[in-house]
Every structure is written in C-alpha cells, then in structure tokens.
C-alpha cells in the first residue's frame, strides 16, 4: 500500500493524490492547475484507466476541474462525494467545459490568423455531461465500502458547502492502515456553514497548508468593516469592483451584504445597488437557498425554516446575459459589482478590471487568496499597469485586501484541526501551499513532536512504514518559460524601467548636455549589469 503525490504538491492548486492499495488505484481530487502552476497544459500525466475509484473533497476548481478531463480520457468508475459537492458539480463542471470550448474556439481563429497550429479544448460540455453520470452522493458520517479492504468515513471540512476531510481505513492481510485526507480546512465562525469537525486519529495526515505560515487578521465585526470600504468609494463616485469565486465566497459576501443593509452601514447611499454578474454564482446561489440540512450551521437552517433568505436583500441584481453584464460598464450610477473568477484568470470580472482599474475613484476589493502568477496576485502586489484583451491599463483604482474572509483556516486553525484528533499521526504530509508556507507550516509542526514532511511532485511513500519509495520532483511550471511569468521582485525591476522610460521621454526638449549626461548614466548602468 502506497500514497502518491500528483498535485498540489509546494503550489497551491492543482490537488491530486493517488492511494494504492489492495490492487485498487484511488483517486483523491483531481483538480485544475491555475495561475502559475499550470504544467504540461494541464494535461493528465497518468494513465486514466488505471484509475479504479475517484473521491472528491469539494467542489472547488483547483481540486475539481480535471475530472472531465479524466473521463476524457477513458476513466469510467465511481466518483465519490458529499450531496451538496455533487449538486455544486453539477454547475460547475459544466460551466468549466464551456469556458475550455470558449477559450479553444478564441485561441484556433488567433493561431489561424498567426498560422500556429490548432488546439483542442481541455475537454468539452459533453466530457462534463459524462462526468457527471459517475457522481455517487455521500453524506457526512457515511461509512463506504469502496473495494474490499478500502473503506472511507466522511466528515465536515467547513470549507464549502459540502466539503469533506475523508479517513480511508486500508486493510491488506493482517495490515491495516488509516490515512485522512483534509481536503481544505476551513475558517471558524463563518456563515452559512458549520465549523471543521473533528476527524479520528489516523497513521498519516495528508493537510493542507494554504495559510501554514500566518494568521488571519481578525475583523470583530465584518459587514462594518467592509462597509467603509464600500461607503467611501460610492461617496467619490466609484464602483466597487469584487472579484469572487462563483461558489462560497460570493454566497458569503451576499451574507454580509444582507446584514450591511438591514444595518444601514453604508451612509453615503443606504440604498446601494449589488450586481451579482456570474451565471455560475446565480445558479450556486440558489443551491445555498435550497435544503441545507446537514450541511449549513443552526442559525442558517432556523432561517430557511422561517421561510427567510439569509442571502436576499433589496438592492440585489443579477446579470445573467452578456449583454447585461455590458450595460454594468456605461451605467455612471456607483455600484457594487461582484464578478468571477476569484483570482481575475478568467470570466466577467476582467472585462470589469478593464473599465475601471484606471478610475481612482472605484476600488477593486480581494476578498480571497490569489495564487502565484495570477492577475489577481499581480494587481496585489502592486503592478502599475496590467494588460487586458491587448490593452494596456492603468491601475490607479484603490486596491483593497480584504482579509477578514478566508474560507480557509489559518496557522492556528491548522493546528487546531490536526490536535482535535487526540493522538499524533505517524507522519504528516503537508500539501495545498505554496512551497514557503508549507516549508514553514512543516517546521511549526516538527518543533511540536510531529513527524511532517512536504512531498514534491510524483512522488511516493510507503504507507506500511512512512518510508519514501520514490523522491519525486520540483513542479515544473509551463508559465516559468514565458517572459509573462515574473517574480514580485522582477516586477518591481520591470516598474523601475518603466519608470526610467518616462523620465527619459521628458528630456524631449531638454538642453543637449542634460541630454547626453542622462544618455552616459544609462549606459554605464546599463554596462554595469549586462550579464
């Protein structure tokens, strides 16, 4: 019996493990590459028939997204997960097939015009539509028999609705090991759904570790403290411009919104507008409004019972064509816009980034991690212009981090997660993070008694003893052989040079021997670091 690393492995996205035993090839997620962590264009690397059984944690992309891509490619077994996992599949694994034949059919008419060769989409609504005849619906606290001498136990990850840690109990012969897999671990005291609930002591631990290296900051109160944000950009005149992820941040920010208005936080215009511009979101959002039971806290059931719609409020819009998410960018009246993706790769929000990023009186306001190489990411660290459907814009809107949302658990929370299972695993893989956070998170836990380590990619431990029986790899990233990809500190050289260039372009008619000492500088600069 064995445990291999095929994603997620010292980057963030991407979360993809292979559990063998018994004969039998188990697929926990299978999840999409993003930002900068996309390799080999997405493309499976593994023989998809080999595969006897797939569970899936959650429904988000970064550890749902490539399983149509599986089925594409001659997977035709089970695949295992909570109801509301598998009903928030259904939207979005359709939805992720439409943007791959979107995105293939704009790149064959770009590469018809370059001659470059055509390329097919990652896979295609009826790949989805296939994958989702394989779902098998499970319930928190289930015990399923997966083959004989495999069996999982389901338990709330409080991440998303219907997101799981599962605890696999492996017997071969007299052998028998147990191995957890968190799937993401999720922040406390959110809304709507309920707080990670403890899983039993397992041999290994396979954890995430988005947030392994710090701590949230703590927002008391966070309607008020989003509300002055919004308040003081509506009061100048501008929109504000949030980029969410279509399923579970946007339900959370419609939440807090909600309590905004009933509170009447915002002075400067009490009676703001909110756009809801995602197909994916509005069809999520009526899941979120649908039967909850087993799955939201208390306090969200006791109100859908009432007959109340905790993520309903006067003021609420939804586009849902094209041609009104349009209308959104020449209509002056200040606005909230909330628009996916989360991390600004895809969908409506960059045509929004598009028209009001050079405004300085909107905001665009992050209210989720953004993964390396990402807009979203790039926008955060401070980039002076970005460019959007080839053309340059400038970003002189307020750029707001909005850190009192995270739907995963920080430092601590980690902790917290891995202690309530009583008694210390053997040994703790640590995956779901970039390579600094998990390298972090990983000496925390060692300084604590813990046996951690932070596998690389494709490789393999023994789970009869812990021992590794192949080492693996860096990940190797498509984006890090493009120009387009840069560190934060390049960028910081790319915004000097910039720089550089528009002083230069005030010497137009300047006095010839300014001129020609400014020319001497840059060049013995110029020769001083030319490798």
Not at 228 to 256: C, K, M, W
Not at 337 to 354: F, N, T, V, Y
Not at 398 to 411: G, L, N, P, T
Request: one cysteine or more.
């Amino acid at each position: 019996m064995k445990l291999s690393f095929w994603g997620a492995a010292r980057v963030v996205t991407g979360s993809c493990h292979r559990l063998t035993a018994c004969g039998k090839n188990v697929l926990i997620d299978c999840g999409l590459q993003q930002g900068g962590d996309v390799y080999n264009n997405n493309e499976l690397f593994f023989d998809s028939t080999a595969i006897d059984a797939v569970c899936v944690t959650h429904a988000h992309t970064d550890h749902s997204g490539r399983l149509p891509l599986l089925v594409k490619n001659g997977y035709k077994g089970p695949i295992y997960a909570t109801r509301a996992t598998c009903d928030l599949l259904k939207i979005m694994l359709l939805d992720s097939a439409r943007i791959q034949e979107s995105d293939a059919q704009w790149k064959a008419k770009k590469n018809k015009r370059s001659g470059d060769p055509t390329e097919d989409a990652l896979y295609t609504v009826q790949d989805a539509t296939d994958t989702l005849a394989l779902l098998v619906p499970v319930s928190y606290g289930d015990h399923v028999e997966l083959f004989q001498g495999i069996a999982t136990d389901w338990y709330d990850a409080g991440h998303l609705l219907g997101s799981a840690a599962i605890r696999f109990t492996v017997t071969e012969g007299d052998e028998t090991r147990t191995v957890t897999f968190s799937g993401d671990i999720g922040n406390v005291d959110k809304p709507i759904i309920r707080d990670p609930q403890p899983v039993p002591a397992s041999d290994y631990v396979v954890m995430e570790s988005t947030y392994g290296d710090r701590l949230h900051e703590t927002g008391e109160d966070v309607p008020e403290d989003l509300s002055e944000i919004i308040d003081r950009t509506l009061a100048r005149g501008g929109n504000v411009v949030i980029p969410s992820f279509a399923v579970g941040r946007t339900q959370e920010l419609l939440y807090h919104i909600r309590e905004m208005k009933a509170r009447g936080l915002v002075k400067s215009n009490p009676n703001f507008t909110v756009y809801v511009d995602s197909p994916l979101a509005l069809e999520a959002t009526q899941i979120y409004d649908g039967d909850l039971t087993g799955y939201a806290d208390e306090e969200t059931v006791e109100l859908l019972r009432n007959g109340f719609k905790p993520i309903s409020f006067p003021g609420l819009k939804l586009s849902r064509t094209s041609q009104e998410s349009m209308a959104l960018n020449t209509d002056p009246t200040p606005k909230v816009i909330i628009a996916s993706s989360g991390m600004c790769e895809a969908g409506r929000i960059r045509h929004h980034l598009k028209h009001n990023l050079w405004r300085p009186e909107c905001s665009i306001v992050f209210v989720g991690y953004q993964s390396e190489g990402t807009m979203g990411r790039q926008l955060l660290d401070g980039l002076t212009s970005i460019k959007l459907f080839g053309e340059k814009i400038a970003v002189r809107a307020e750029i707001c981090s909005f850190k009192f949302m995270s739907s995963h658990a920080d430092k601590n929370g980690l902790l917290h997660w891995l202690e309530m299972q009583g008694q210390k695993p053997q040994k703790v893989f640590i995956v779901h993070g970039e390579e600094t956070a998990a390298l972090s998170f990983c000496e925390t836990l060692q300084g604590l008694g813990y046996e951690a380590e932070v596998p690389l990619f494709e490789s393999e431990y023994s789970l009869m003893d812990g021992a590794c029986l192949a080492k693996g790899r860096d990940f190797p990233r498509d984006k890090e052989k493009k120009a387009g990809f840069v560190s934060e500190v390049f960028r910081r050289l790319l915004a000097a040079v910039e720089r550089l260039t528009g002083i230069a372009n005030g010497y137009k008619q300047g006095a010839n021997r300014d001129v020609a000492r400014f020319a001497d500088e840059v060049e013995e600069l110029c020769r001083r670091w030319e490798k």
